[in-house]
């Protein structure tokens, strides 16, 4: 069964920073991998997707990157901002099915 | 893009009663959606694959009587917990896969709160 790790748990940052969050998985038989923010009692929202036979994605501020032989992403967050503060929820799709596997999440306080 | 909506956001219920979640495809047709369910600080699990026209997929230790689906058409399908108790509260959430856009998309979710 796939398991799906985030690392760290939570993060505090002064505004400005560059920060990295990361994610690994213990099977590399994915389809794709996703990164997702969720701000507290609410949905989903997804910043960036990542097929598996791609090494990293970009938007905006945000870049996601994938090497899917060692079982790692990593999501790397520019001059980050207080509304950044929210949980980040990298999520992995294996090839078997449209289902997706969640990491426990990072939670991100970025303070003015 | 393609818009999941998902209610009520929240619900508030005594135990023993029952609560219906309804999740809905605004823009695009959904064969398949799915619930999961989400305990404090605890990653979000898969329950259950909701599939139209059939009897939905449940993952192991999810009881299905107790977590009824029914998925009746491409665009809806609901979450009815029955038989509510206080160890059920969680944050439900479900998602639809667009098969175009090969990405699934999700509802705002359901916090429910059993007295």
């Known amino acids: 069964k796939q398991e799906v790790t985030q690392i760290p748990a939570a993060l505090s940052v002064p505004e400005g920073e560059n920060l990295v969050l990361n994610c690994s998985f213990t099977?590399?038989?994915?389809?794709?991998l996703q990164w997702f923010r969720q701000d507290p009692g609410k949905g989903l929202t997804s910043l960036l997707l990542?097929?598996?036979?791609?090494r990293e994605q970009t938007s905006g501020r945000l870049n996601a990157s994938l090497d899917k032989s060692s079982g790692r992403s990593t999501l790397y967050i520019a001059a980050s901002q207080p509304g950044d503060s929210a949980t980040y929820l990298c999520?992995?799709?294996?090839?078997?099915?449209?289902?997706?596997?969640f990491g426990k999440g990072t939670s991100l306080l970025v303070t003015p | 893009g393609a818009v999941v909506s998902q209610h009520p956001s929240w619900v508030i219920c005594k135990s023993g009663t029952s609560v219906k979640i309804e999740c809905r495809s605004l823009?695009?047709?959904?064969?398949?959606m799915f619930w999961y369910r989400q305990f404090p600080k605890q990653s979000l699990m898969l329950m259950a694959t909701?599939?139209?026209?059939?009897?939905?997929?449940?993952e192991q230790g999810v009881e299905k009587d107790k977590f009824l689906i029914n998925h009746a058409s491409l665009t809806l399908s609901t979450l009815t917990v029955t038989s509510a108790h206080p160890e059920d509260s969680s944050f439900y959430i479900c998602?639809?896969?667009?098969?175009?856009?090969?990405?699934?998309?999700f509802g705002s979710g359901t916090q429910l709160s059993v007295l």
């Open positions: 998602s639809a896969p667009d098969r175009r856009r090969e990405k699934l998309f």
């Open positions: 099977d590399s038989a994915i389809y794709n």
């Open positions: 990542i097929q598996s036979s791609q």
């Open positions: 999520a992995v799709r294996s090839n078997s099915g449209y289902a997706l596997n």
């Open positions: 823009d695009f047709q959904a064969t398949t």
């Open positions: 909701s599939n139209e026209g059939s009897k939905a997929t449940y």
